[in-house]
């Protein structure tokens, strides 16, 4: 699983420290290049949506569980 928090911390300092010229950002190996204010705060946004999901995940679990009543 993805460390979400550290994507997302990447991509806040890299916004924080916009000038108006392309930015490089590099995360667990993986890097990109914004060049654009709207493309980082996409993807902050994307990665936001994603750790969301993953921390509201909830396990379920069968607790009743009843076979049909066919009839010959």
Excluded: C, Q
């Amino acid at each position: 699983m993805a460390d979400y928090a550290a994507i997302i911390e990447a991509i806040d300092a890299a916004i924080t420290a916009w000038a108006g010229k392309p930015v490089a950002l590099a995360e667990s190996g993986r890097s990109v290049t914004y060049r654009s204010l709207n493309e980082p705060l996409d993807a902050r946004r994307y990665y936001a949506k994603l750790a969301i999901t993953a921390a509201n995940k909830k396990p379920f679990k069968i607790s009743h569980f009843k076979a049909g009543g066919a009839r010959s």
